[in-house]
């Protein structure tokens, strides 16, 4: 039986190392579709492009589905949970004013990944951009508005 989001259990051995590259994933609360519209979707990616930009983390991928994102990122400066709460709290803020409603926007916690080989770091990537077309969402990758990688 999976655990829980925010299962402390998912926190153990949890470590953080500037210069890992993570695969980072977190829902919404009870997986509601906050980003079912592309420009609410937009409002996390410009968080998650302040947060490369203040040099926290160097992004390599990302998707944001409706119910939750994707991240491939390369931890530069703060430790990994730090990143995420703050890109979420961040996130949470803004996206809830775009709505007009308060309250949580996310499940508590994420799931996070050390990418440690080459050829895991690029099956991640295709992971990540191709979600959409998995999701039936989309027939091609390039018809969906909320993604991005490094390599494209």
Known sequence: MPL??????????????????????SI?????????????????????????????????AWVVMPDHFHWLLELEKKDLPALVLTVKSRAARDINTHLGRSGQLWQRGFHDRAIRKEEDLLSAGRYIITNPIRAGLVTRVHDYPLWDAKWI
């Open 4 to 25: 829980p989001a925010d299962s402390k259990r998912l926190r153990i051995g949890r470590y953080s190392q500037k210069g890992q590259i993570y695969l980072v994933t």
């Open 28 to 60: 919404t609360h009870n997986r509601q579709p906050f980003f079912n519209d592309w420009v609410t979707g937009r409002l996390l990616v410009n968080h998650f492009r302040k947060a490369q930009q203040e040099g926290w983390a160097n992004a390599l």
